[in-house]
């Protein structure tokens, strides 16, 4: 069984770095990729960072320098460091696998196939 579980996000205070991480089982982790996407109350999801086989990532602007993906495939898992939180950080956070052989990784959900049931991350004081 495919299966992708994300960590405990929780409430953390501006300025804060909490790590979430991605842990996959049932299927054979080197050959995907993989994405952190994230809903925010009232909008619609969208793609945060991702990391290719070859460990190459992809980001989303709003986040460039203030969070980081990296992927252990020995453990199979994907950890989302994310630094200096802002309210408008809040949201629903999931990850996602796309079978991926070859390239870049991309931020559209159509390319995933195997989601994580999400968890909650809050960011306020």
């Known amino acids: 069984q495919l299966q992708l579980v994300e960590s405990r996000g929780g409430l953390v205070q501006p300025g804060g770095s909490p790590r979430l991480s991605c842990a996959a089982s049932g299927f054979t982790f080197d050959y995907y990729a993989i994405g952190w996407f994230r809903q925010a109350p009232g909008k619609e999801r969208e793609g945060v960072l991702c990391?290719?086989?070859?460990?190459?990532?992809t980001d989303l602007d709003s986040v460039k320098g203030r969070f980081t993906i990296s992927r252990d495939n020995a453990k199979t898992t994907v950890y989302l460091q994310m630094n200096s939180l802002k309210p408008e950080d809040t949201a629903v956070y999931y990850c996602?696998?796309?079978?991926?052989?070859?390239?870049?990784?991309?931020?559209?959900?159509?390319?995933?196939?195997?989601w994580g049931q999400g968890t909650q991350v809050t960011v306020s004081s």
């Open positions: 990391i290719s086989r070859s460990g190459t990532i």
């Open positions: 996602a696998a796309d079978r991926k052989l070859f390239g870049r990784c991309v931020l559209q959900e159509y390319e995933y196939d195997v």
